[in-house]
């Protein structure tokens, strides 16, 4: 399953990301430990016999599922269900006797544990039911007054613990049975399921589709999509079928999407060294969906939003999407997590996979290079999260929801940790390691003692250890380092120091205690040796003590020195070094990870190497560097070093920025045009309103229209002067708001743009308020565009008067109502982002009567935020009358729901 984002900004590399200042608990009100469930039944077999109707939002099924018995003297078993119309259940055969117990039923077998059936009997029950337009689960998505044109799809979502929505069933990751699914849909829609397709057959009713997977799996990847799609397949390994399905008109953007999947099956079988196991591999591209992709055993479903045009394919690629849900099969269906606290053997193996595919595929948006920076903004993503959020270990049994896990410590750490692993181990060791695990546990549930095992036997490495620090344990080192040169004894001294506090503890000098990482480290120095350049490299053990001092004899005073230069260890890093090492590496260096480095800590004192040398090589390196990763970084630095420096370095840093706008790698170029936007400067903003204008890239076009609204008020600025600018901005944004693009990128940034004009919290931008307003609540704007809408509005919140403030705040009430999963999550981080107290009500609201998970916790959390912040409303009043709102409208919600339950059936009760 997919939903982090990938990070693809120019941050730090990580100095100064371990701050923890604004750091809060892991943990919701509610949140408790978790375990599995007994299993004193053991399903074997799930036949899923279904009718469904996408206009009605109805389904009708009949769930037989045979079980064999575990713990003897059983006169009932609990199914997990939830709001579904039970109508009939029968044992054998035979009628059986229910009773629904909230979010569960009860199925009775016999009167007494002597007629119940005994250890190792195998029987059948069946369940049949009705279920209307359920909350979670099964999704209904359609036309409706807004967009008339949008088509009928169907589809069902059941990580972590939501198929019980949709059919009754031992709802939970700790056992495996094979499945089929019998589906009846309208003439003219397609079903789609795991497994084999059986027979399509037409009846009276429509068309039924009849599936099998006879490899066994967890329920919650048990799927159906129905909609009108387009087909068309590859051939795999072995012939195997790799099939496609989008809406009508998109087989072309589908194809860019998904393209590389067959030779992904090709690169993950050659090196997990377990063939791909079942009958089949579909990929189904829906409307609505609420993550970017779900790992359904055989028939993974995938957002739409992946599907791109030529234009977009510049900057975008469906790759890390479509590798992690693929790697998903032998990671989370093969190999399935036994309770959600080891689902990082699911979702890190897969975000570790994406990169594993990156370095397989050389070439367009592939290699090594690529593979390093993906790697680089995986960790950008979990730092951030570790330093501004919460800090947790990867294993954790503690939530409110299962849902609450699936966050940047389970995919991009748990990722990063494996590729740790890899070079603890060696590619070698490493890659028998995960064949032994795959081929041992393959068609089980495992948990992450499985794995250490496995590595410990094809090894014989113990790794308990780095697993109680890395896995078990939170956090990871923050490391200082510090570099002498001793030129009487021809020595290179090198301090390192763990400075990350909490856990296991060695006490320092200064008597802080220190939870240190023991973990092998290289240490690279250059030297010049007369002819060329020479490497002296040092395998060092870290996690000794606090502070180790390393001594490396060189025949010369190094030109280069890199701590763990392949960046194999998550971390932040403060590696002082002199200019001339920093330039040198910044040219020299053949690891990208090394140049990024390189200018990165150029920029991080940006007054002490504040001269022309340096901007000469940054501006070098923006321009010519083979890899547009270092020329993006290395623009942000050139734009550190233009906003803080004397004026001739800065003009020299500005000028440079200016002449690399012309630069072929669009992602590069995109750096440089957001660089550029840091500076106040009316030569940089004329520049950039040419990008904004026209650039081949959505992306670049995009950047440039927010860089040059950023750029073009300039701090000396006459009043008059500053009005005439905002009004010439505020007449292009409007004029962009028409442009189309991919993911609207550039209608987004100009509503974004908008948002920062001056004079528009004060009420003196109507027209600019009134676009945001209009976009923000009108549900015919395109989804993308509304969300960007609704951020801008967060922007403007944080100043405006107090009539802004209340027009602003009815648009987000208003959005509170809105069913969509996108607008919500979109609206609860506006009301973060807006910092004042009037969101709290909201937010309350919202998580009390969300149904999803991650609506909850997030509304949850935001609302923790403004708590601990403190922030307060203009005037007691003013919270008097927004809690007497909120009051209002929790009226007319029971009066509809005291409505609701009058009209409703027994059964719906």
């Known amino acids: 399953m997919t939903f982090c984002s990938k990070c693809v900004g120019a941050a730090s590399f990580g100095a100064g990301a371990g701050s923890r200042s604004d750091r809060g608990s892991f943990f919701v009100p509610g949140a408790v430990k978790h375990y599995a469930p007994d299993l004193p039944l053991k399903l074997e077999h799930i036949r899923l016999e279904v009718a469904v109707n996408p206009q ?9 599922q045979r079980v064999s018995v575990i713990a003897p003297g059983q006169t009932s078993f609990k199914l997990d269900q939830v709001g579904l119309a039970i109508e ?21 077998l016999a009167e007494s544990p002597e007629q119940a059936p005994k250890e190792g009997e195998s029987f059948e029950f069946s369940v049949r039911y009705k279920v209307s337009d359920p909350r979670r689960g099964l999704y209904f998505t359609g036309p409706d007054a807004d967009h008339p044109k949008k088509p009928w799809q169907v589809w069902s979502q059941g990580q972590d613990e939501d198929n019980r929505h949709w059919f009754p069933t031992f709802d939970y990751p700790n056992q495996k049975a094979t499945s089929e699914v019998i589906a009846t849909v309208p003439k003219g829609f397609t079903a789609v399921s795991n497994g084999a397709l059986l027979s399509k057959k037409d009846s009276s009713e429509g068309v039924v589709y009849h599936y099998r997977l006879g490899t066994p799996h967890v329920t919650y990847l048990i799927t159906l999509t129905v909609g009108e799609f387009v087909e068309w397949a590859d051939a795999g390994p072995r012939g195997l079928p790799v099939q496609y399905f989008v809406a009508p008109g998109l087989q072309e953007n589908g194809k860019r999407a998904f393209g590389n999947t067959p030779k992904m099956i090709e690169a993950y079988e050659k090196r997990v060294g377990v063939p791909y196991a079942y009958e089949k591999y579909s990929q189904v591209a829906v409307q609505d969906f609420i993550f970017g992709g779900m790992e359904n055993t055989s028939a993974t479903t995938q957002t739409d939003l992946v599907l791109h045009d030529a234009r977009a394919h510049l900057d975008f690629s469906g790759d890390p999407l479509v590798s992690h849900e693929l790697a998903h099969q032998w990671f989370g269906d093969l190999l399935t997590c036994r309770d959600w606290s080891h689902g990082w053997l699911n979702e890190g193996f897969a975000t570790f996979m994406e990169r594993v595919w990156i370095e397989e595929n050389p070439g367009e948006g592939g290699g090594i290079d690529e593979a390093k920076y993906y790697q680089l903004a995986d960790l950008r993503e979990y730092l951030d999260e570790d330093a501004h959020r919460y800090r947790r270990p990867i294993v954790c049994n503690s939530y409110l929801e299962p849902i609450d896990l699936f966050d940047c410590h389970l995919y991009q750490k748990g990722g990063l940790v494996l590729n740790l692993i890899r070079h603890v181990l060696g590619a070698d060791l490493f890659w028998k390691s995960v064949q032994l695990y795959v081929s041992r546990h393959r068609g089980q549930n495992v948990e992450t003692l499985d794995l250490i095992r496995a590595i410990e036997e094809a090894t014989g490495r113990n790794l308990r250890r780095l697993f109680d620090e890395w896995v078990f344990g939170a956090g990871h080192p923050e490391l200082e380092l510090a570099f002498e040169w001793h030129e009487d004894k021809k020595t290179a001294e090198i301090s390192i120091e763990q400075k990350q506090t909490g856990g296991e503890a060695s006490v320092t000098k200064e008597g802080a205690t220190t939870h240190l990482f023991h973990v092998p480290a290289i240490l690279e120095l250059t030297v010049a040796d007369g002819v060329g350049r020479k490497k002296i490299t040092r395998q060092i053990e870290l996690g000794g003590s606090a502070r180790e001092r390393v001594f490396v004899a060189c025949d010369s005073k190094p030109i280069a020195v890199r701590f763990d230069p392949n960046n194999n260890i998550p971390k932040t890093l403060l590696f002082p070094r002199p200019k001339e090492m920093l330039l040198d590496q910044l040219v020299h260096d053949e690891d990208c990870i090394g140049r990024i480095e390189a200018a990165l800590e150029l920029a991080r004192e940006p007054g002490k190497f504040a001269t022309r040398d340096v901007v000469d090589a940054l501006a070098k390196a923006m321009s010519t560097d083979r890899f547009w990763g270092v020329q993006a970084e290395a623009a942000s630095a050139l734009a550190t070093m233009a906003a803080v420096s004397g004026s001739a370095v800065a003009d020299a840093a500005r000028d440079a920025l200016i002449a690399a706008l012309s630069v072929k790698h669009p992602k590069a170029r995109r750096g440089i045009v957001k660089a550029l936007g840091k500076l106040k400067d009316i030569k940089a903003s004329q520049a950039l309103k040419k990008l904004a204008v026209s650039d081949p890239s959505y992306a ?10 950023s750029s073009m008020f300039l701090p000396s600025q006459a009043p008059a ?25 550039i209608r987004g940034a100009a509503l974004r743009a908008l948002a920062t004009l001056p004079g528009i919290a004060r ?22 565009a509304r969300i960007a809408a609704i951020d801008a509005l967060s922007t403007v919140v944080r100043s405006a008067t107090l009539a802004m403030r209340a027009e602003i705040f009815e648009t987000f009430t208003e959005l509170s109502a809105e069913a969509n999963f996108r607008i919500r999550m979109g609206l609860i981080h506006a009301l973060d982002n807006a910092g004042v107290a009037e969101g709290i009500p909201l937010l309350s609201r919202i998580s009390m009567s969300d149904a999803d998970g991650r609506v909850k916790r997030s509304a949850t959390v935001a609302m923790r935020h403004l708590q601990a912040a403190g922030t307060t409303p203009e005037s007691v009043a003013e919270l008097r009358s927004a809690f007497e709102k909120l009051q209002e409208e929790q009226k007319k919600l029971k009066g509809w729901v005291e409505e609701l339950r009058a009209a409703s059936t027994p059964a719906q009760k």
Not at 56 to 64: C, I, N, P, R
């Open 700 to 709: 670049v076009e995009g950047e440039a229209t927010l860089a040059w609204t």
């Open 88 to 108: 009939k259940v029968e044992v054998g055969g035979k009628l059986a006797r229910f009773e629904i117990q909230g979010d569960s039923m009860r199925v009775y």
């Open 56 to 64: 009605g939002k109805t389904l009708a099924g009949t769930v037989t």
């Open 721 to 745: 002067e500053a009005r005439g600018a905002a009004d010439e901005a505020e007449a292009f944004l409007i004029q962009q708001l028409s442009k189309e693009s991919y993911r609207e990128q």
């Open 763 to 784: 009420g003196e931008r109507p027209k600019a308020i009134a676009a945001l307003v209009e976009r923000a609540r009108l549900r015919t704007t395109p989804l993308d």
